[in-house]
């Protein structure tokens, strides 16, 4: 009897554990723990307690992706740029919908404009430093590629996206 509560009791433990840390969300990008923000000041907290960011400004500041977040195509709800430790410019993009996010990095990759990012559930960054990227890599994010060739050697995790041909993966080359 003893075994019995025992084992519904860890049952419980484990559910609960999942629904806190948002595991057992079956979606496409769930099986990697990605960090989720819900808003610019979470992705800026979130880089900052990592790697650093300063100077936060929205819009067109510099960085990357300037002309993309204003294409409604890409599905980025908002666009700001900081500086890292190093002050290298780290883009934030807070996408309101990954699905277009993906299929627009995937059109840009057939019209051969390649774009790396780093990804949380809810948003991307794009470090110029690769101090920056590491330190980012190591809290959590993963780096999203449609890059055609692009090889995740063995022993790394790598889960489809959404979009075909596009990778999520544990491996940051920097």
Known sequence: MRIRQGCAAGAAAVAALATLSGCGDDGPMSGMGLP????M???????????????????SAGGTMDDEA??????????????????RDITLLAIGD?????????KAE??????????????AVVPEGDTAARELHIAGLVLFTCEKGFEVPSGYQQEKPIVEGCTLTNFVPV
């Open 41 to 59: 000041a979470a992705i800026e907290k979130f880089v900052n307690e990592n790697t650093g960011c300063y100077g936060l400004e929205v819009g």
């Open 98 to 106: 990954m699905e277009k996010f993906q299929a627009a990095t995937m």
């Open 110 to 123: 057939i019209e051969g404009d390649t774009k790396r990012f780093l990804v949380g559930r809810d948003f």
């Open 70 to 87: 204003l294409d409604a195509s890409w599905g980025i709800k908002e666009r700001a740029v900081c500086e890292d430790q190093q002050d």
């Open 36 to 39: 989720k923000a819900g808003d």
